[in-house]
């Protein structure tokens, strides 16, 4: 077992990253989602503290920061200079805590993690739910699984300043080993449905970093916001693009104007698609997952045009691989991995061919690996 160096922890927390089978862009549209905790995770060993400081390594940065609980506003560290980064989500959580009435103590912490950054398998999303698992144990908070997804997501959204929607901290809290997690967004009600039998999920890491992420998710955001209120103009009890059925919005769409018209019904359509991928996984019929999987990423290049060559590039070659059922970009998109469905007996020379294909067409070496659905965090008393 891997040992965080941090002799005197009482405490170790497991935090997943997760990867988005179906659902993509819609849990801002309360959607429903269909994504699976996997297991690549954030690691973290705690020995809680008495006072307000908190002490932390991120190992694989090979950095430290000690912060005051009491001064989280300004996000700066004990010395007053600016808090590095990756310390924005551990200061974000305690910002959240004590935002919504959680108590919080300081302690001192080791972390590290093995998601890859900035690849759409929400590395920074397990960070949070670690730290909140961890100040949940230390501080007794008596909140559902759901509500601690919650505070992570106020962390990011207010604390540190990405609008994201509840998907990513909702898997990485409640991950079911082989499971996908059919979670509505809008009810707030889940289930975990089990992946069709002898297959596997493979990631692609494209190695093509995000850029212009942030930005670029916004300002679908906002379409998405113009679309429901401009239908629900028209269309009593819209509230968001959850409420439009495909046909509905074909009957409609000419209210939108262009891009508006065209990112919207993906949303809708991408519904739908989630409602018949549940159905399918239920029925443990991989061939229709996999089709739907195809045509969500079609409809993310085309017409949420979130995609990028090299992503529609490994999708291309997968799809032509023997014993591929699907495959799709996972994440907001603008880079990052796709998720590959593929048949137990054929994953090997998948994966290698895959990764062939995909440096003779591209030149990028692309990062390729097997991944299992995995349980949410853990935390283990050590003492
Ligand atoms: C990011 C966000 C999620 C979700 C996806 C797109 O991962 O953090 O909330 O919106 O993009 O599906």
Not at 10 to 30: F, I, M, Q, S, W
Not at 167 to 184: E, I, K, P, R, T
Not at 343 to 366: I, K, R
Not at 374 to 381: C, D, F, K, L, W
Request: charged share 20%; proline share 5%.
């Amino acid at each position: 077992m891997f040992t965080l160096p941090l002799p005197s922890a009482t405490l170790k927390v497991t935090a997943p990253g997760r990867v988005n089978l179906l659902g993509e862009h819609v849990d801002y549209n309360d959607g429903v989602v269909l994504p699976a905790a996997i297991d690549r995770t954030v690691k973290l060993a705690i020995e809680p503290g008495q006072g307000n400081e908190v002490h932390l390594v991120a190992l694989d940065l090979n950095q430290e920061v000690t912060f005051s609980l009491l001064d989280l506003e300004k996000k700066v560290d004990v010395t007053n200079s600016p808090l590095p980064a990756w310390a924005l989500y551990p200061a974000g959580v305690a910002w959240a805590a004590k935002k919504v009435g959680l108590p919080v103590i300081g302690f001192r912490g080791v972390f590290t993690s093995d998601i890859p950054i900035g690849a759409g398998l929400s590395s920074s999303a397990a960070v949070e739910v670690a730290f909140a698992a961890g100040w949940q144990a230390m501080c007794a908070w008596s909140i559902d699984p759901v509500q601690l997804a919650r505070l992570c997501q106020l962390a990011e959204n207010q604390y540190v300043g990405v609008n994201c929607g509840l998907m990513d901290q909702f898997a990485s809290v409640n991950g079911v080993a082989g499971h996908a997690l059919y979670f509505d967004t809008r009810s707030l009600a889940w289930r975990a449905v089990p992946l069709p039998p002898h297959t596997a999920l493979v990631i692609a890491d494209s190695t093509v970093r995000r850029s212009l992420a942030d930005s670029n998710y916004n300002d679908r955001r906002a379409a998405c916001e113009e679309a429901a209120r401009l239908l629900g103009e028209k269309l009593p009890g819209v509230k968001a693009l959850r409420d439009v059925p495909p046909e509905t919005f074909r009957e409609h769409a000419s209210l939108l104007r262009e891009p508006v018209r065209t990112y919207a019904q993906h949303v809708v359509e991408e519904i739908a698609r989630v409602e018949r991928a549940a159905r399918c996984l239920e029925q443990g019929d991989a061939v229709c997952f996999g089709q739907l999987m195809l045509e969500g990423h079609a409809s993310l290049r085309d017409l949420y045009q979130v995609s990028i060559p090299e992503l529609d590039t490994l999708v291309e070659i997968a799809a032509n691989l023997p014993g591929c059922y699907g495959a799709r970009l996972t994440g907001a998109g603008f880079g990052g991995c796709t998720v590959n469905l593929v048949d137990e007996d054929e994953v090997d020379d998948f994966m290698e061919s895959l990764a062939v294909d995909y440096q003779e067409a591209t030149g990028h070496q692309a990062e390729i690996y097997l991944c299992r659905a995995s349980q949410g965090a853990r935390v283990e008393r050590l003492k």
